[in-house]
């Protein structure tokens, strides 16, 4: 059964989990990457062997996990450190989502997959997808929520914002916006015609699949052996 993917992007602190609630309420396959990242980093794992190589005991709790608080000012504050950090976790992350959806188009449980991830654009990831959705609001918003989500300085929070692709280049890429600086209920209004777009574009798609397929087997067929034609020699 083929499947919808989706990337849904934004800067920090934009609102993607509220559409990827709204998303996921549909019945839509919701991938955070950020909770994939989190499973990549525990203990013991390659991912947390070469960071705990290349950063040192710094950023290890005392039980041996990543302190991630510790590792995000370390890297948000050095983009050569953060390169190294997202070539680690990103084909590894990409991976996993790749293999999600072949699952999910085995089973066919679900329509559209997912994939909530503030760099997919950055990381060179958008062509894998089918459609681009970008959440987006004022950076002075995205400051005040990033200070209250985190308990970081606005310092610290202006920092890491602009350590990511700008929202206006992003949405060069969109084939859906959501601007989630009006009031929740216009947030989750948007994310509800969002999901309507979406289902629509499912359709279109597993209808050119089926269109693509009958089309391939009429050209398999060499003339006089088409359906019925066997009984008529």
């Known amino acids: ?10 800067g920090i602190a934009a609102g993607k989990s509220v559409v990827a609630k709204v998303l996921a309420e549909h019945g839509c396959y919701v991938q955070s990457a950020d909770r994939e990242a989190h499973e990549l980093i525990k203990p013991g794992k390659p991912a947390w062997k070469l960071i705990l190589a290349h950063f040192g005991v710094r950023v290890l709790n005392p039980d041996r996990t990543v302190n991630r608080q510790r590792l995000g000012k370390i890297v948000f ?16 992350v990409l991976r996993q989502k790749k293999q999600a959806v072949r699952r999910l188009e085995r089973s066919g449980t679900h329509k559209i997959f997912v994939s909530e991830a503030a760099l997919t654009i950055e990381s060179g990831f958008a062509p894998y997808f089918d459609r681009i959705v970008v959440v987006h609001c004022p950076e002075s918003i995205q400051v005040e929520r990033l200070m209250k989500r985190d308990a970081i300085t606005r310092t610290e929070a202006r920092k890491r914002l602009r350590s990511q692709m700008p929202a206006a280049e992003k949405i060069r890429y969109a084939d859906y916006l959501i601007d989630t600086s009006g009031s929740s209920a216009e947030t989750l209004d948007q994310a509800e015609n969002l999901y309507r777009s979406l289902l629509s574009d499912f359709r279109k798609k ?8 009958s089309s391939g087997r009429s050209r398999a067929q060499r003339p006089g052996e088409g359906p019925g034609s066997r009984g008529a020699r």
Request: hydrophobic share 35%; aromatic share 2%.
């Open 1 to 10: 059964m083929s499947i919808l993917t989706v990337a849904l992007t934004g």
């Open 77 to 92: 504050s050095d983009k050569g450190e953060r390169r190294f950090l997202n070539q680690v976790l990103h084909p590894l």
């Open 206 to 213: 597993q209808a050119r699949e089926k269109k693509g397929r």
